[in-house]
């Protein structure tokens, strides 16, 4: 399957070559890591439901006019993607409040956020801890400019309002997410990239409360191969399976 060069191994995911120089494949790993790499295990069939549930998403994404990296399944871990430049950002978009959020600003987690979504932005460097940025931060060091910037949130806000139906027709409350933005080698299109899975989003069951994603991992809830089985399950019975 990869007869490409390996181009760049991150926590979760590989990289590889295709001879085209436009397109790679992401192959998702089983790996898992929490707080920075502090922690570290493996989760069976993780890699599978990740790109499957990307896929899917992906899909529907596009279906709904946002431009995405991705171009077609190869397995079920897998994926043929457009060769991005990715924006050092760190893009998580909240509908309750959950994680860092509850800590920063010392509220229960759960807890609605009326005027919400809130956007907020991360400077992606690992050695830093990715740490929060704002809109100042960004365009004075150059990390997007103001259009980037403008295009991204516009994008971000409107990921969110095709998932968070999308998730509630499953029986899942998306209460936070993380996306990552690419500006295609090709055009120069800024596309959405990277994942979006268990790992990078809060899912909570509707009808029972439980956390349906990576947090079972983090805090050591048990049942985290289960809780990734039943969100893929749901997503490709809502969303068909993706060639
Ligand atoms: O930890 P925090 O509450 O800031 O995470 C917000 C959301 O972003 C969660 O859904 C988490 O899974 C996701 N996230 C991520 N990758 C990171 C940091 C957060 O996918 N490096």
Same mark, same amino acid.
Request: charged share 25%.
């Given at each position: !399957? ?8 991150? /926590?979760?995911?590989?990289?590889? =070559? ?19 790499? &502090? /922690?570290?295990?493996? *989760? ?22 946002? &431009? ?10 897998? !994926? ?5 430049? *990715?924006?050092?950002?760190?893009? $998580? ?8 959020? =509850? /800590? ?8 609605? *956020? ?12 690992? %050695? ?9 931060? $960004? ?21 969110? =309002? $095709?998932? $968070? ?6 029986? +899942? ?10 500006? %295609?080698? =090709?055009?120069?299109? +800024? ?5 979006? %899975? ?46």
């Amino acid at each position: !399957m990869h007869t490409g060069q390996q181009l760049y191994e991150g /926590k979760a995911k590989v990289v590889f =070559a295709t001879p085209d120089p436009h397109v790679l494949v992401q192959s998702f790993k089983d790996d898992a890591t929490a707080f920075n790499g &502090q /922690k570290k295990g493996s *989760i069976p069939g993780k890699g599978s439901v990740n790109c499957r549930v990307s896929a899917a998403l992906f899909r529907l994404l596009e279906a709904n006019g946002v &431009q995405t990296h991705f171009l077609r399944l190869l397995s079920d871990r897998d !994926m043929l993607m457009r060769a991005v430049r *990715i924006v050092p950002l760190e893009v $998580v978009v909240r509908n309750r409040v959950a994680g860092s959020l =509850a /800590k920063r600003l010392g509220r229960p987690e759960g807890e609605a *956020i009326p005027a919400g979504p809130v956007v907020e932005l991360y400077y992606k460097d690992d %050695s830093l801890g990715d740490p929060l940025v704002n809109e100042s931060h $960004v365009l004075a060091f150059g990390l997007a400019d103001r259009e980037a910037l403008d295009a991204i949130t516009a994008l971000a806000h409107r990921v969110n =309002a $095709v998932l $968070v139906p999308f998730f509630r027709g499953i029986g +899942l409350d998306l209460v936070d997410f993380k996306l990552e933005f690419g500006r %295609s080698l =090709a055009d120069g299109a +800024l596309l959405l990239a990277d994942e979006i %899975s268990p790992d990078t989003c809060r899912l909570w069951d509707l009808a029972t409360g439980e956390r349906m994603d990576k947090d079972r991992f983090r805090r050591d809830l048990g049942g985290v191969e289960d809780a990734y089985q039943e969100v893929v399950g749901r997503v490709l019975a809502a969303a068909g399976s993706v060639e």
